[in-house]
């Protein structure tokens, strides 16, 4: 089994900063794409951002030049620095990571439970 655990969110004025963190753990042979993604109130899930194993990244336009992603390979830890928070950025953030195990060929994807970040105005 595959854990993903979420932490680092919490209540913010606009135009703060908030940074989270996702740990993988369990029984892990290797972590491909790892990223996160938010839901709103209301709203679909949606990507946020995503970091491959060797570190290239990719953004939602609405989170580019705010937002920055990172990984810890040796840690299986993925984070995400948020700045310039603003109050449409309120929603559950959850860690996303295609995970291979041991005995496995090939990766499956596996979700944390969601941190939930409020941006107030």
């Known amino acids: 089994q595959v854990q993903l655990v979420e932490s680092g969110g919490g209540l913010v004025k606009a135009g703060g900063s908030l940074r989270l963190s996702c740990a993988a753990s369990?029984?892990?042979?290797?972590?491909?794409?790892m990223g996160w993604y938010c839901q709103a109130p209301g709203k679909q899930r949606e990507l946020v951002a995503t970091?491959?194993?060797?570190?290239?990244?990719n953004y939602a336009d609405s989170v580019k030049g705010r937002f920055a992603i990172s990984r810890d390979n040796a840690k299986n830890t993925v984070y995400l620095q948020m700045n310039s928070l603003k109050p449409e950025d309120t929603a559950v953030y959850y860690c996303?990571?295609?995970?291979?195990?041991?005995?496995?060929?090939?990766?499956?994807?596996?979700w944390g439970k969601g941190t939930l970040v409020t941006v107030s105005s």
């Open positions: 970091i491959t194993s060797g570190g290239v990244t």
């Open positions: 369990g029984s892990i042979f290797s972590i491909n794409t």
């Open positions: 996303n990571a295609a995970v291979r195990t041991p005995r496995a060929s090939y990766a499956l994807e596996y």
